[in-house]
């Protein structure tokens, strides 16, 4: 009998604690994590019976402003696009219309910078493991070890297109692409550039580069003047023929397009990242006869290249041109750290389409970088 | 690699044909149709789906040179924000995309339905920065910072629309007419890739398809617009018959006359080849 | 020393770009602004480093009545006359030294400046980019040769994705129904880019991204100097 007091008492309290629950409300604010401060979590929990409401946020002045909800009747927001180690004050106000009553909840938070981007660990475990393969191949490269680099044609040729431009006794024309200096494509270019001015200043023979960007014309200048010291011939270096043109992108076509027809260079060289000018390029400089080495990472022009030129680089051979040209070991052993990158791409690829046949979702979701 | 005389004078004819083939559609409308790609469809319902007031970005990443493709994406784009009420930030990453971009609102506001949109509330043209994705990076922190005065040397302030504005992550979509780079591509992989803003944009018809793996299931690009006949078909979904559409002709005609010159160089090789072939045989006989 | 002050540069900026990519704490954070707001800051300054590059490659041509000269001579009075016309009336609603240029631009219908830019670089713009559509059908002449059997499909894809972008290609297979919609010519052309044509480029462009990843790499890690003009 005293056992079936004591139940009746424990349901009796778990009752008025679940009838307590339904009543009380909460209105917590905690700093979203693995961000650099810049966000607050809000929750709230309010009794049955509210239809409306108001969350707001105090000003620099402390006068509480009211904040756009997504929905009327959320659980949480988000606030983002605040300042780290500032805190933040914000009202909850929740109206129940049919009882013309209203609760109004107060609480403030501070968001915090953490030190991890969580949602992108997967691109920190794919650049370490890229990272560290190119640093092993390239450690093995110092060590002695001979790695085998394919023909590259496009590159080959350099030599052909300089001794065409020797023997006829016209200059050589380099385009570096129309990006600015802070698109690898155009250093890829400027690598390039180094090896072939040292060449063209061997044979004498002179190298025109427009630029389209001023700090693109300072790189180049440095890169061909270097490469005239390298070669022993300072006093060949014409710093006029390395000048700029136009930021405007016709424009400098335009300019481009003028000195083929005018001066006739007798090898023609496009490397870099080009756009919708490709054409309009190689075409011209197909009309006056000149050999054609052209080359890009950007895949959509590369059939214009391949119909006007005599040798295109395709994507990747571009950022393998210093290494190829130069025959460096620890260069060319940095691209067998790109092979190792391919296979593990082509691996990642293969796993993601088993698992989401499958129905496992978590893998895809892992490298997209959710979680965060 | 080079041509010889006779591909020289071939060279010529062709160029010949192809004026008249796009000039004679232009002085006498055929007015075929079109239909509407789903990529097309997609940037057009990422504008059609956002709630009236809230605010999208257009960046005039293109110059004088090709406006014919990417200013009717432009104006189309501007007349359909307004039309669902929404609020139009005009930025450029090229030195001359502040004149696109005023360019455009003008020939938006020359349609009476819009004529009455006020500077300063209904749109603004903050202008050109320098800088390409670098600027893009500093605006996901402050666009105020980046752009403390607009095109026309107005104070951020005193330009009520901007009022609710602080980085990129407020802006409802954020579209890159492009021509090259800086553009589309730099947009994607700031405001989309990191800022989680739905990013659109249009691209002349030979980069297009450089643009198409952005068009994927995390929605890198929310659909696209490639080229005169994307502007077309945006044309057709707002009702719209502009300048787009009237190029088309033009546009289809020369296509057509390309598939025939193709045909007319497969007959040619196919008779060089034979005719080099009897004269082996011949030789060998 | 020389050549190693720009290595070390290139090595901690490239670290610090690399450690703000994941760790959202300051000071990384703050330093990526900086060097940002550096590069912006550099950026426009190089502006004055091609104009420079610009006025002395045309004047010397001209000075030196070199082949051609005239050409350059018409780059220097195009390029001081815009900078003329920008800097005394101004652009749109800016003013320029003598103010807004009424009594001109009532003249003109424009300020100078916006006339010029609107009546002869805007055309003379157009036109260069226009000058696309015939290279391409000379180009396409010249490449959809039927030789191989492989340039049999690419001519077959080129047909199709041509057709399939015209209003001729609409009308052509509009007639079809509802339920071939597939066979659509637009419908065609729309698979070819999306799928085969996409598939290749993707393929392309994570070679492309690996390369960058490794260029980065060589260049963070001082192996690729090139670019400094030398290895030595």
């Given amino acids: 009998m005293k056992h079936i007091y004591y139940l009746l008492i424990v349901l009796l309290l778990l009752q008025s604690a679940m009838l307590w629950a339904n009543t009380t409300s909460s209105f917590t604010i905690s700093d979203k994590p693995w961000d650099k401060g810049e966000a607050l979590i809000l929750n709230w929990n309010l009794p049955d019976g509210y239809d409306r409401l108001n969350l707001q946020k105090a000003d620099s002045l402390m006068v509480y402003q009211d904040m756009e909800l997504d929905e009327p009747l959320v659980s949480g927001f988000v606030d983002d696009n605040l300042d780290p180690d500032e805190t933040y004050h914000y009202r909850l106000i929740a109206y129940n219309d049919a009882l013309a009553d209203s609760i109004f909840i107060e609480a403030q938070g501070q968001p915090k910078e953490n030190w991890f981007y969580m949602h992108k660990l997967s691109f920190l475990l794919l650049f370490l493991i890229l990272g560290s393969a190119i640093v092993f191949y390239v450690m093995a490269a110092r060590r002695g070890k001979d790695f085998y680099i394919r023909r590259i044609s496009g590159l080959d040729s350099m030599e052909e297109a300089i001794g065409r431009a020797t023997e006829k006794g016209k200059p050589i024309l380099f385009v570096p692409g129309i990006s600015e200096l802070d698109d690898i494509q155009t250093i890829a270019s400027l690598s390039i550039l180094g090896q072939l001015a040292q060449r063209a200043a061997e044979y004498n023979t002179e190298i025109i580069v427009p630029c389209r960007f001023a700090m693109v014309l300072s790189a180049a200048r440095e890169v061909v003047k270097e490469a005239y010291l390298k070669a022993g011939r300072p006093d060949a270096y014409r710093e006029d023929r390395i000048f700029y043109l136009t930021d405007d992108q016709f424009g400098y076509v335009a300019g481009i397009d003028g000195i083929i027809v005018r001066e006739e260079p007798a090898a023609n060289f496009f490397l870099g990242s080009f756009y919708a000018e490709s054409l309009i390029l190689a075409e011209t400089g197909l009309s006056t006869g000149a050999i054609q080495t052209a080359g890009t990472a950007n895949a959509h022009q590369l059939p214009f290249f391949v119909v006007s030129c005599d040798y295109t680089l395709i994507g990747e051979e571009l950022f393998a041109a210093s290494a190829y040209l130069s025959r460096d070991a620890q260069q060319v052993g940095s691209l067998k750290g790109h092979d190792f990158g391919k296979l593990l791409v082509i691996l990642l690829i293969v796993v993601g389409i088993i698992l989401e046949i499958a129905g496992q979702g978590w893998f895809k979701s892992f490298l997209m970088g959710a979680g965060s | ?285 | 020393m020389k050549r190693n002050i720009p290595l070390i540069l290139a090595f901690v900026s490239g670290l610090i770009v690399i450690f703000s990519e994941f760790i959202p704490h300051r000071p990384f954070s703050s330093i990526v602004d900086s060097l940002q707001e550096w590069f912006m800051i550099i950026s426009g300054f190089a502006m004055l480093l091609g104009v420079m590059s610009l006025l002395r490659m045309n004047a010397a041509k001209v000075s030196t009545r070199s082949p051609d000269w005239q050409y350059h001579l018409i780059g220097i009075i195009s390029f001081g006359l815009m900078v003329l016309m920008g800097a005394l009336w101004g652009m749109e609603e800016q003013a320029g030294i003598l103010g807004q240029g009424a009594s001109i631009s009532a003249w003109l219908g424009k300020k100078p400046f916006d006339y010029t830019y609107t009546h002869v670089f805007v055309p003379l713009s157009a036109t260069l980019f226009s000058l696309l559509a015939f290279f391409i059908a000379s180009a396409a002449y010249r490449a959809f040769i039927i030789r191989t059997l492989e340039s049999n499909l690419l001519m077959i894809a080129a047909v199709i994705v041509i057709l399939g972008r015209t209003g001729f290609g609409t009308m052509l297979t509009g007639w079809l129904p509802e339920s071939y919609r597939f066979w659509h010519l637009p419908n065609l052309a729309d698979y070819i880019m999306q799928y085969p044509n996409t598939a290749a480029q993707r393929a392309i462009m994570i070679s492309a991204a690996l390369g960058v990843i490794g260029s980065g790499l060589r260049i963070i890690l001082g192996i690729e100097r090139s670019y400094l003009g030398g290895d030595k």
């Fill in chain 2, 1 to 285: 690699m080079s041509v010889n005389t006779s591909s020289h004078t071939e060279r010529r004819i062709v160029f010949l044909i192809i004026f008249l083939a796009v000039m004679v559609p232009l002085i006498f409308p055929i007015g075929w149709g079109s239909e509407v790609s789903p990529i097309a469809r997609m940037s057009y319902d990422l504008i059609d789906e956002t709630p009236a007031g809230k605010y999208g970005l257009i960046s005039f990443d293109y110059e004088a040179s090709t406006i014919t493709e990417l200013q009717p994406m432009a104006v189309a784009q501007i007349e359909h924000a307004w039309s669902k009420g929404q609020k139009i930030i005009a930025t450029a990453l090229w030195p001359q995309g502040p004149q696109m971009a005023e360019a455009s609102f003008a020939e938006a506001k020359r349609n009476p339905a819009y004529a009455d949109k006020e500077y300063g509330v209904d749109y603004v043209n903050l202008g050109y920065k320098v800088g390409g994705i670098v600027t893009l990076q500093a605006m996901g922190s402050s666009i105020r910072d980046v752009y403390p005065k607009d095109s026309s040397g107005k104070n951020w302030d005193d330009l009520p629309m901007l009022k609710g504005i602080r980085t990129l992550k407020d802006l409802a979509w954020v579209s890159s007419l492009s021509s090259g780079v800086p553009g589309l591509k730099e947009w994607v992989m700031i405001a989309h890739d990191v800022h989680n803003v739905p990013v659109t944009g249009g691209t002349t018809a030979v980069s297009a398809p450089g643009f198409l793996p952005y068009v994927n299931d995390q929605k890198q690009l929310h659909g696209l617009l490639g080229g005169l006949k994307a502007a077309s078909e945006y044309e057709m979904l707002i009702d719209k018959k502009g300048p787009a559409t009237t190029k088309m002709d033009a546009q289809s005609v020369a296509h057509i006359v390309i598939l025939l010159l193709i045909t007319l160089g497969n007959i040619t090789a196919f008779r060089r080849k034979r005719a080099k072939a009897n004269l082996t045989g011949g030789q060998n006989a």
